[in-house]
């Protein structure tokens, strides 16, 4: 008879995500995942053969909702220039009302693991490309709606706004210091003023 899975695996994988982002990949043990998600050593190994099959599925999971979905709504429920603020003025503030941790596990997970893991490196490096994108796809919005300058060079703009992102992110997770996280935010709105 086929193994079957007891458990929500969209939770399994939430779970396995907040202890991935809160400690890092090298520092969760699969004790921390085990008390994390509430399965047995077994069944994780089962579902996922090891450690670093499910921190993979945990990133993607991290990329769907925290990075794509996120993105999407702020798109949706403002202009283009907005969204690009609101995306900044988010990441400023660091640690969401739901409890995440602080910073991006996406850029943690850059720092951490994709000098020496190359399935890791391309996954973070197509989700950056994504958010650079976003950029990217606001300005050219922006700009065709006379909200920002049309003369601004919007592949570069998007690509400088990614760099102060990715900082951002960086701050939020260390000891945040307010005056260069505001610093940060100001610098994009003015790069888009």
Request: charged letters at 25%; proline letters at 4%.
């Amino acid at each position: 008879m086929p193994w079957e899975k007891a458990y929500n695996e969209s939770e399994v994988l939430e779970r396995a995500m907040h202890a991935f982002w809160r400690h890092g990949y090298e520092a969760t043990s699969m004790s921390d995942l085990v008390a994390a998600t509430g399965i047995n050593r077994g069944s994780i190994y089962a579902a996922y053969t090891n450690k670093h099959r499910l921190f993979l599925e945990a990133l993607r999971h991290y990329d769907r909702v925290h990075r794509a979905e996120f993105l999407t709504r702020v798109t949706l429920e403002n202009s283009p220039k907005e969204a690009i603020l609101t995306a900044f003025e988010s990441a400023a503030r660091g640690t969401g009302a739901d409890g995440s941790p602080p910073g991006c596990l996406l850029v943690n997970t850059a720092l951490e693991l994709s000098p020496h893991d190359d399935e890791v490196r391309d996954f973070v490096d197509e989700a950056l490309k994504q958010v650079e994108a976003f950029f990217f796809d606001n300005i050219e919005a922006a700009k065709r709606s006379g909200s920002v300058n049309r003369s601004l060079p919007a592949r570069p703009t998007a690509q400088a706004l990614l760099g102060l992102f990715l900082g951002l992110r960086v701050l939020a997770r260390s000891k945040p210091r307010n005056n260069a996280i505001n610093a940060i935010t100001s610098q994009a709105r003015a790069m888009l003023d």
